[in-house]
């Protein structure tokens, strides 16, 4: 079992930038693909982003692809989401899971309590 603490969220003017961290307890977030997702107001949690156990393979949703950057450092147990000419429609609390797929959604779990970023316009 992994746990998950997500940090990094705030208030950003459009166009700004923002890096999200999460740090996991465990000695399985060496062997688990991460992935971020998020949720806004009203609205189903979604996929944003995964990487591999080893960093070397990632994935996407179509609207981050080019201003999301996915990360992870395996020696700190953290896994990083930067976040680059953020809009407003990327407002949503984020929060990070393990896995076992990067290309299958529903093998996340193990979510951290989310961080909330809001884009102000």
């Known amino acids: 079992q992994v746990q998950l603490v997500e940090s990094g969220g705030g208030l950003v003017q459009a166009g700004g930038s923002l890096r999200l961290s999460c740090v996991a307890s465990?000695?399985?977030?060496?062997?688990?693909?991460m992935g971020w997702f998020r949720q806004a107001p009203g609205k189903e949690r979604e996929f944003v982003a995964a990487i591999s156990w080893s960093g070397t393979s990632t994935n996407y949703e179509d609207s981050v692809k080019g201003r999301f950057t996915i990360s992870r450092d395996n020696a700190k147990n953290t896994v990083y989401l930067q976040m680059n000419s953020l809009k407003p429609e990327d407002t949503a609390v984020y929060y990070c899971?393990?896995?076992?797929?990067?290309?299958?959604?529903?093998?996340?779990?193990?979510w951290g309590q989310g961080t909330q970023v809001t884009v102000s316009s």
């Open positions: 465990g000695r399985a977030f060496r062997n688990s693909a």
């Open positions: 899971a393990a896995g076992n797929n990067i290309w299958s959604i529903t093998s996340f779990g193990s």
